[in-house]
T-cell receptor
Framework: GENVEQHPSTLSVQEGDSAVIKCTYS??????FPWYKQELGKRPQLIID?????GEKKDQRIAVTLNKTAKHFSLHITETQPEDSAVYFC????????????FGSGTRLSIRP | GAVVSQHPSRVICKSGTSVKIECRSL??????MFWYRQFPKQSLMLMAT?????????EQGVEKDKFLINHASLTLSTLTVTSAHPEDSSFYIC???????????????FGPGTRLTVL
């Protein structure tokens, strides 16, 4: 089955700086890679996703890159703000009508004022 | 659209009792739903895939006789933790795939989670 590894487990950056979180996946059939933000005691919230037919996607301060050959994908947050502090999870899935999502281990991001 | 609810949001029970958690898709039909478990400061671990009208598919290491899943309708899946013990205390989250009108693809929609505490 699919295995998703995520690094780093914790990340502290100065407000205004960039944060990068990296993930790898094992199943070459995976073709959908969502990123979630989770606040304590809450459900995961989708912040951006990428499908295997593109290598990069950007939405304002958030961007995701995908390297299918290396089975790597990364989340980039620029101009970080205090409200970006949360736990971020990468995930992988085989996109179909009802595919399960396998999560990475999570990154606790802290933004220092 | 695509709202998933869970009930209850919190439950405290005594060791040895059974607890039922409901997951509902409020404005769409879901032939498949997923159940995850999340321990403190850990990731969401997929427990099982709930299939409407058929048996659930359990992930490796998940005891099907302990975590009973029933998906009797297109909008409701239930997870029953049988003979609960303190080590079953966790945050249980369900999800269901749906396609928004504005999208060409399915997306997973998560319930708000159920915090189970077993004394």
């Amino acid at each position: 089955g699919e295995n998703v590894e995520q690094h780093p487990s914790t990340l502290s950056v100065q407000e205004g700086d960039s944060a990068v979180i990296k993930c790898t996946y094992s199943d070459s059939a995976s073709n959908y890679f969502p990123w979630y933000k989770q606040e304590l005691g809450k459900r995961p919230q989708l912040i951006i996703d990428i499908r295997s037919n593109v290598g990069e996607k950007k939405d304002q301060r958030i961007a995701v890159t995908l390297n299918k050959t290396a089975k790597h994908f990364s989340l980039h947050i620029t101009e970080t703000q205090p409200e970006d502090s949360a736990v971020y999870f990468c995930a992988a899935s085989i996109a179909s009508s009802a595919s399960k999502i396998i999560f990475g281990s999570g990154t606790r991001l802290s933004i220092r004022p | 659209g695509a709202v998933v609810s869970q009930h209850p949001s919190r439950v405290i029970c005594k060791s040895g009792t059974s607890v039922k958690i409901e997951c509902r898709s409020l404005d769409f039909q879901a032939t498949t739903m997923f159940w995850y478990r999340q321990f403190p400061k850990q990731s969401l671990m997929l427990m099982a895939t709930s299939n409407e009208g058929s048996k659930a598919t359990y992930e490796q290491g998940v005891e099907k006789d302990k975590f009973l899943i029933n998906h009797a309708s297109l909008t409701l899946s239930t997870l029953t933790v049988t003979s609960a013990h303190p080590e079953d205390s966790s945050f249980y989250i369900c999800s269901a795939p749906a396609r928004l009108a504005s999208s060409s693809y399915n997306e997973q929609f998560f319930g708000p989670g159920t915090r189970l505490t077993v004394l």
